[in-house]
């Protein structure tokens, strides 16, 4: 028995990665899953793979229509809708220190970030409170309760505006049977983060804080989002849990 049965997801960002990771573990468990992505060509063959429990479609969360349409699809595909996952997100090359970042860097930034996550909620919410509540997932960073070291402030910003929203959302629905949880990972393996880590200063940067001295690794991320969206959870809200390596907890990192 797994600890999903039973409950339809979507999952923003599934084309790879933790979004992916996270389709797999879910279908795993029981669940339905519809994927959603801008890749769609990956997104649609990774559902594919996954079988009839899964369902692919393209959807720009930084785009009212879109979201308003992909969560439409879940509940014509699936029947209703009990796990919002809003795991969808980019780190722009661009962004950088809060002088040096340009308008159009920070405005993407924000619209996929932190807007994205707020249309998944809008559009979400009362597709969940129809099929009598559930959880939602957002994915926010360790990075919105503390500040990188290195900069990239349209990032930061985002981050922190979603746990924020997270609360509040929690707050507003927790007696209309919705939870909302932050996740708040730490550097994890994914090929978002493998770019930037190209530039080995920039690597070494980030690692030397990180007290397990590795990067996290998709899985020992939606593990914690598996928790999250079970019922096994279900007096948790309005939280941020946060799967770092101990990276939020460090004054000085041991050699």
Known sequence: MGR?????????????????????????EGARVVMTDVAEDAGRGAAEELGEAAAFVRA??????????????????????HVLYNNAGVVLPNDVGVVETDEETWDRTMGINLKGVWLGCKFGIPAIIDS???????????????????????????????LSMTREIAV???RRGVRANALCPGPIETPLLLQLFADEAAKQRRLVHVPM??????????RAALWLA???SSFMT?????????????????E
Request: proline content about 1%; overall charge negative; cysteine-free.
């Open 60 to 81: 720009d969360v930084s785009s009212a229509a879109d979201a308003e349409s992909m969560v439409r699809f879940v509940v014509e595909t699936f029947g209703g809708l």
């Open 4 to 28: 999903l049965d039973g409950k339809v997801a979507l999952i923003t960002g599934a084309a790879g990665g933790m979004g992916l990771a996270a389709s797999r573990l879910f279908v795993e």
């Open 132 to 162: 009598g509540g559930g959880s939602i997932i957002n994915v926010a960073s360790f990075v919105a309760l503390m500040g990188a070291a290195t900069a990239q402030i349209a990032y930061t910003a985002t981050k922190g505006g979603v």
């Open 172 to 174: 507003e629905y927790a």
């Open 213 to 222: 001295g590795r990067l996290g690794q998709a899985e020992e991320v939606v």
């Open 238 to 254: 309005g939280a941020a849990m946060v799967v770092d390596g101990g990276i939020t907890s460090a004054y000085v990192t041991p």
């Open 230 to 232: 079970s019922d096994e």
